[in-house]
């Protein structure tokens, strides 16, 4: 099989198992926990208000994607196939090629910097790039034969991770709170849930006690109540639907 196949069909393959990445990383960052200089994991208020806003940014970068993009667009994608109805140019498109994934490389490096430890971090950084690079190639490879020039001259002026051009061109529809809270939710409330776990696994190795640091406990009841009220509004009523999105 020629690489440019086998490379899409592992990129296919790692998209629809892309769930699987946070499970493993939570574990893997346990074990590390584990193994690692406990001593250095101590609860420390400014360093984790740190990592979660490294955390916030990524979620930041997600909600200026989502909230301005079309429907049938930007991780709209299913287990089943690609899906793309247009092609997004504008925006924070017009920076980068594939800003969920940068949000979302900024969201998980957040419980990474919590191990305090570089060579997990890098460790990270590589896995990161190499599970999402093939990610990343499948959906090119179907946006290319979907929109044929108008993506190619697109991606020729826009880097596809890092970016390196800031003509910023303004997206052709308004910004949607509501199809930011009805699509980015979870991920929202994932980010404590994360943190509250490392928090839960970091106290128990340091004392041998189950407990949770005070600051967790009360960011992820205030995230568990924001996670409610709007599941049971995206759930049992319209009002976060939108035309066209």
Do not use: C
């Amino acid at each position: 099989m020629a690489l440019v196949h086998e490379f899409e069909n592992s990129g296919n393959w790692l998209f629809k198992r892309r769930s699987w990445l946070p499970a493993l990383m939570i574990i893997a960052g346990i074990i590390m926990m584990y193994l690692g200089n406990r001593q250095a994991l101590i609860f420390d208020m400014r360093d984790e208000f740190i990592f979660l806003g490294v955390s916030f940014f990524g979620q930041v970068i997600r909600i200026l994607t989502v909230g301005f993009t079309p429907k049938n667009t930007s991780g709209r994608n299913t287990i089943n196939g690609q899906i793309a109805d247009e092609l997004n140019v504008t925006g924070i498109y017009s920076l980068v090629r594939h800003p969920l994934y940068l949000g979302n490389f900024f969201m998980w490096l957040g419980p990474v910097l919590f191990l305090r430890s570089i060579g997990v971090t890098i460790v990270f950084g590589l896995i990161y790039w190499l599970y999402y690079e093939r990610i990343m190639f499948a959906e090119e490879q179907f946006l290319r034969r979907k929109f044929g020039d108008i993506y190619d001259k697109w991606s020729e002026k826009v880097s596809s991770f890092i970016p390196f051009s800031f003509k910023y061109i303004s997206p052709g529809l308004p910004f949607s709170v509501k199809n930011v809270l009805k699509r980015e939710y979870n991920s929202f409330v994932n980010i404590f849930v994360i943190f509250t776990l490392l928090d839960l696994f970091r106290n128990y190795f340091l004392s041998e006690r189950i407990y949770l640091t005070a600051m967790w406990i009360y960011m992820l009841v205030a995230a568990g109540a924001i996670w409610l009220v709007v599941r049971i509004i995206e759930k049992r009523t319209h009002w976060l639907d939108v035309k066209g999105r």
